[in-house]
């Protein structure tokens, strides 16, 4: 059987803290004596062992069919070395076995921010367009063994993304 693959291109949204709100949460700079707040991450990180580690990613270009989720915890990432990232996401809608294909957006995230994803927040990525970017990464230190759900948009749907500026 022959099955067209559709292309379907996805601008990326500069990310503000009210853009991102349904996915999770944006963190800037802040002083070191502020208090904290609700503009602090909220996380959630007791299902098991906290991991925090710094992964390094190599270009691997800005398409992809699959994305995943994690329903056991947050997950915080950002960027060293200022470089600049994109990550696509879907709402946390945890009623839904799969991601709603009208709600997927992406956001350019500046490299002076870090993300923090919403318990079950479906999200592809980190892509990028520099040679690699070494990445922080807090979440469980099980997450990708035995938290780690992928839904694959060329199986169900036949489509393939590409993120564009």
């Not at 479906?122 to 938290?147: K, M, Q, R």
Request: glycine content about 6%.
């Amino acid at each position: 059987m022959n099955t067209a693959v559709k292309l379907q291109e996805l601008m990326a949204q500069f990310i503000t803290p009210e853009s991102f709100q349904p996915y999770g949460q944006v963190i800037f700079p802040c002083k070191d004596d502020k208090i904290f707040d609700y503009t602090d991450a909220q996380l959630s990180l007791e299902n098991g062992i906290t991991r925090f580690y710094i992964m390094r990613l190599k270009k691997q270009g800005t398409r992809f069919h699959k994305i995943t989720r994690h329903v056991e915890c947050t997950q915080c990432l950002g960027s060293l070395e200022g470089k600049d990232w994109f990550m696509a996401v879907c709402p946390p809608e945890n009623n839904n076995r799969e991601p709603i294909l009208d709600k997927l957006v992406v956001f350019h995230i500046p490299g002076n921010c870090f993300i923090k994803l919403e318990v079950g927040t479906w999200h592809a990525g980190p892509y990028f367009y520099h040679d690699f970017v070494d990445f922080y990464n807090l979440e469980l230190s099980d997450t990708n063994l035995v938290d780690h759900f992928t839904h694959d948009f060329l199986k169900t749907n036949g489509l393939t993304f590409q993120i564009v500026l």
